[in-house]
Every structure is written in structure tokens, then in C-alpha cells.
T-cell receptor, first 118, second 111 residues
Framework: GAVVSQHPSRVICKSGTSVKIECRSL??????MFWYRQFPKQSLMLMAT?????????EQGVEKDKFLINHASLTLSTLTVTSAHPEDSSFYIC??????????????FGNGTRLTVT | GQNIDQPTEMTATEGAIVQINCTYQ??????LFWYQQHAGEAPTFLSY????GLEEKGRFSSFLSRSKGYSYLLLKELQMKDSASYLC????????????FGKGTHLIIQP
């Protein structure tokens, strides 16, 4: 079964509003979670690393004030897209690695969130 | 920098065999993953290779040659449900999430 849960799966919002996406690890505690964005027919692009108890680490070119990340507990990370614009419409996916299964264990992905900004 | 190449699209016939290639140029290589991704869904883990050679898992096999910077995913007895994108991802120790993804190969299975 799924080990990483992501909610909501789809969201449509109006331009200028904010949207919050939740990511939960179900069977393990994740001090680190990862947020990706994927545009149609493109690869997964890492946006940021969510760190429990400290600030998120953002990849180059990703606006930290626009994509707010909060890692409130060892099993929950949230991504808030603030003041969303149509160009933010994309597929957002979170992932985590079970630390108990080794350094190079696979990333487990949530089911993704399809964001459409009108 | 990191660079991963794989074909954009491939077509194969139901019941046949298909090989999807991946070449990479990375620093700090520490393994290679293959993921399957159906349209509109998140990737699911298929295989992991860290040593040279072939790893077999049911209908799917994955091969790695570190000296050549090359891997392939072999799918046997193709089924219609195998139509998906297949992502090659290199694990680089010391990276943020450790993974650099290729753009994926869109595999189309025809009856």
C-alpha cells in the first residue's frame, strides 16, 4: 500500500489565491521530505527539501516566498502556493525516503496534486 | 553537472520485449533507479542498480554498466498496462534528494 499520502489530488483555484498541499509519511518518520514539480512531458524537477524543525532548502530559481514549506511534524510537510498564477499550474509531487531502509533506498512518492490556476 | 539521456518515445507490440536505454554523466554516482509513471500519477519504484550487471524482477530487468555510464530497462511479455513513461534516475551522494531524473521515455504498447 501507499507509504506516502498527498492531498488534495486535484485543485482548481483562482488567480491570486493560495493553495495548501499536504504530504504525509504513513509508515515511517521522515525528517526530510522533497517537493517536485512536473510540467507536461517534462521530467520531475526538485523544488525544495523540507526539513523537520528547520527551514526548507530551496533549489535555484524557486521563490521561497511564493512556495511556503512547513514541516510541522515527523510525518507531515505542507507546501503552500501563495498568490497563485496560471503559470503555477502544474503537477506537484512530494516524496520521502524511509530512513530505516538504508542510505540509497528508493524515494516513495505521493500521488501528486494537479493544480490548475484560472 | 548531471546529465541523463533516454529516448523520448518508443513503441512496442503487446507480448513482445522492449529495451529502454539510459546514459548518464554524473559526479558522485551511487546507483541508478528506474521508475514507472502513468499519465497523471506519481512515479512508482521499479528497480535499483548500484553494481554492474543485471537485476531481474519478474517481467522487468535492469542492467547497469558503470564504466560506460549506461543502463537499460528490459520489459518482457508486454501488456497494454505497461503503456507509461519510464524514468531513469541517478542517485548522487551528497545531492539534496540524491536523485537526478531523466525526462522519461514514453512507451506506447500496441495490440
Amino acid at each position: 500500500g501507499a507509504v506516502v499520502s498527498q492531498h488534495p489530488s486535484r485543485v482548481i483555484c483562482k488567480s491570486g489565491t493560495s493553495v495548501k498541499i499536504e504530504c504525509r509519511s504513513l509508515d515511517f518518520q521522515a525528517t526530510t521530505m522533497f517537493w517536485y514539480r512536473q510540467f507536461p512531458k517534462q521530467s520531475l524537477m526538485l523544488m525544495a527539501t523540507s526539513n523537520e524543525g528547520s527551514k526548507a532548502t530551496y533549489e535555484q530559481g524557486v521563490e521561497k516566498d511564493k512556495f511556503l514549506i512547513n514541516h510541522a511534524s515527523l510525518t507531515l510537510s505542507t507546501l503552500t502556493v501563495t498568490s497563485a498564477h496560471p503559470e503555477d499550474s502544474s503537477f506537484y509531487i512530494c516524496s520521502a525516503r524511509n530512513p530505516g531502509t538504508g542510505d540509497s533506498s528508493p524515494l516513495h512518492f505521493g500521488n501528486g496534486t494537479r493544480l490548475t490556476v484560472t | 553537472g548531471q546529465n541523463i539521456d533516454q529516448p523520448t518515445e518508443m513503441t512496442a507490440t503487446e507480448g513482445a520485449i522492449v529495451q529502454i536505454n539510459c546514459t548518464y554523466q554524473t559526479s558522485g554516482f551511487n546507483g541508478l533507479f528506474w521508475y514507472q509513471q502513468h499519465a497523471g500519477e506519481a512515479p512508482t519504484f521499479l528497480s535499483y542498480n548500484v553494481l554492474d550487471g543485471l537485476e531481474e524482477k519478474g517481467r522487468f530487468s535492469s542492467f547497469l554498466s558503470r564504466s560506460k555510464g549506461y543502463s537499460y530497462l528490459l520489459l518482457k511479455e508486454l501488456q497494454m498496462k505497461d503503456s507509461a513513461s519510464y524514468l531513469c534516475a541517478v542517485y548522487v551522494r551528497g545531492g539534496a534528494d540524491g536523485l537526478t531524473f531523466g525526462k522519461g521515455t514514453h512507451l506506447i504498447i500496441q495490440p
